[in-house]
């Protein structure tokens, strides 16, 4: 079954910095990728996801980019405030999302002011 | 729009007593749904998912049950629980591609 790794386990950076959060996958059927946001006590938050017909994907500070050939996908960051501080998953699965998750074990990011 | 609702949003419970956690959705029919149970400072565990009404499918051997007695309700369920059974369960549905979470309900077993 599918495997995914997330690097680093947290992550501090200053703010107005860039944060990246990377990702691997083992299944190559794997075809969509999203990224969330977890904050303290919520459930997490779906913040921007991938699919393996494109490469990268931009929404305002947040992007994501896609290797297929190499199975692994990056979560990008920029401008970081210190809302941006919480708990980030990335995760894979098969069919668009239609068959379930496979989560990484997170990253922990603080942004410090 | 789509809406999720969980309940209760905390839980205290003795070793040996049952659990019914429900999850509800609003404004979407025939949704996959998904239980999620997450380990204090851990990653999500998927526990039971639903494709359809009354069908089930089970990840992880354990002393919780899931059932799927409407389109849009989904509950998790146990005869006995655990001390391990502690932690975050996350209510999650999803039609055609994209996962979306319930707020959660902390579970802590005494």
């Known amino acids: 079954g599918e495997n995914v790794e997330q690097h680093p386990s947290t992550l501090s950076v200053q703010e107005g910095d860039s944060a990246v959060i990377k990702c691997t996958y083992s299944?190559?059927?794997?075809?969509?990728f999203p990224w969330y946001k977890q904050e303290l006590g919520k459930g997490p938050q779906l913040i921007i996801d991938?699919?393996?017909?494109?490469g990268e994907k931009k929404d305002q500070r947040i992007a994501v980019t896609l290797n297929k050939t190499a199975k692994h996908f990056s979560l990008h960051i920029t401008e970081t405030q210190p809302e941006d501080s919480a708990v980030y998953f990335c995760a894979a699965s098969r069919d668009s999302g239609n068959t379930p998750l496979v989560f990484g074990k997170g990253t922990r990011l603080s942004v410090i002011a | 729009s789509q809406t999720i609702h969980q309940w209760p949003a905390t839980l205290v419970q003795p070793v040996g007593s049952p659990l019914s956690l429900e999850c509800t959705v609003e404004?979407?029919?025939?949704?996959?749904l998904y239980w999620y149970r997450q380990a204090a400072g851990r990653g999500l565990q998927l526990l039971f998912y639903?494709?359809?009404?009354?069908?089930i499918s089970s990840e992880v051997p354990q002393n919780l049950s899931a059932s799927r007695p409407q389109d849009r309700q989904f509950i998790l369920s146990s005869k006995k629980l655990l001390l391990s059974d502690s932690g975050f369960y996350l209510c999650?549905?999803?039609?055609?591609?994209?996962?979306?979470f319930g707020p959660g309900t902390r579970l802590t077993v005494l």
């Open positions: 639903s494709v359809g009404i009354g069908q």
């Open positions: 299944d190559s059927a794997s075809n969509y």
């Open positions: 999650a549905w999803s039609v055609a591609g994209g996962v979306f």
């Open positions: 404004g979407t029919s025939n949704p996959n």
């Open positions: 991938i699919r393996s017909n494109v």
